[in-house]
């Protein structure tokens, strides 16, 4: 009996819910209020949108030419009576989410080659947006410069390129973007290349080989021996020599003792310091070496 008092309860509060007058808000979808509407509010930005690329592709772009504003930031009706910022997309952090924003801008660049891979992106995981490197409406050319712009999320890595052995980064020479794609690869790290070494042997080709006596690490990594962005030692290598390539070479026939500047492979005669400084004093082709002889093979030639 109770149970079925309760079931007939149950059933009036759920009629009684649904003939209940709303509280004013209408589920129907906002309008398009025109170019000229927004211009009573937003002149300025409209002067600045004028001289960007996108004022151009839109006005080229049937699909989009009318709309104008409203063709990325949605139409405006709801704006109209509530001007905050998360009735419309304003591409910023009192916008809707940022793969909102973002779906708004693959509406035209889904097809571009250049975020094809925008899903599987790093960028995007971190829910990074669009707008956060592209300045839509400040720049004739839509790219925030580099590498100021990487260096605000990417901190470790402006650090590295600011020791003493480094790509040249600082100078212009070289960019982020050269050897990173920002909107997605399929390997780690976002790079250009499917392997580092390939993407390094652009540059440095004479160490690409092959070589009649290789190296196992160089052919491996070029991260076992190198850091990408910069470090302390010369060469932008992970340690100094010896250190570093005792990490690997530590046999009998070699001093397994943690070397320093002053120290040598055989006792503490002058002149025998000079050979404990590094190991390239006497294997200068660490990469690999033509020589048929057996030096050949221990990369002394």
């Known amino acids: 009996m109770k149970k079925s008092v309760l079931f007939c309860r149950l059933v009036m509060i759920i009629i009684l819910i649904g003939i209940m007058p709303d509280d004013g808000r209408s589920d129907e979808q906002p309008d398009y209020i025109g ?4 211009l009573s509010c937003h002149d300025d930005m409209i002067k600045a949108f004028d001289r960007s690329v996108h004022s151009k592709a839109l006005l080229s772009n049937d699909k989009y030419s009318e709309k104008q504003c409203e063709a990325c930031h949605g139409p405006g009706s ?3 009576v509530t001007p905050e910022a998360s009735t419309i997309i304003t591409f910023g952090s009192q916008s809707p989410s940022q793969k909102a924003q973002n779906n708004r ?3 035209c660049h889904a097809s ?3 975020v094809a891979m925008w899903e599987t992106d790093l960028h995007a995981k971190q829910d990074v947006s669009c707008i956060a490197c592209h300045p839509v409406h400040k720049d004739a050319r839509p790219i925030a410069p580099m590498p100021e712009t990487c260096y605000s999320c990417h901190l470790d890595i402006k650090i590295d390129a600011n020791k003493q052995s480094r790509h040249p980064i600082r100078e212009g020479k070289v960019e982020c ?3 990173h794609n920002p909107h997605g690869t399929l390997t780690d790290d976002m790079l250009r290349a499917d392997f580092l070494n390939e993407l390094c042997y652009r540059c440095h080709a004479e160490k690409r080989g092959p070589f009649m006596w290789e190296h196992p690490p160089v052919e491996e990594n070029c991260g076992t021996c190198h850091k990408s ?3 302390n030692h010369k060469k932008l290598l ?4 010896p250190n570093l390539c005792q990490g690997c070479h530590f046999s009998s026939h070699i001093n397994s003792t943690a070397l320093d500047r002053n120290s040598s492979f055989n006792g503490s005669k002058p ?3 000079f050979y404990g400084r590094s190991c390239l004093n006497c294997h200068p082709n660490v990469h690999g070496s033509w020589s048929p002889t057996r030096r050949g093979k221990r990369l002394i030639y």
């Open 229 to 231: 962005h910069g470090s």
């Open 105 to 107: 801008c693959l509406s």
């Open 35 to 38: 170019t000229e509407t927004c």
């Open 238 to 241: 992970n340690q100094k020599v």
């Open 271 to 273: 002149s025998n310091k």
């Open 112 to 114: 571009s080659q250049h």
């Open 78 to 80: 709801e704006h109209m």
């Open 177 to 179: 973007q050269d050897c």
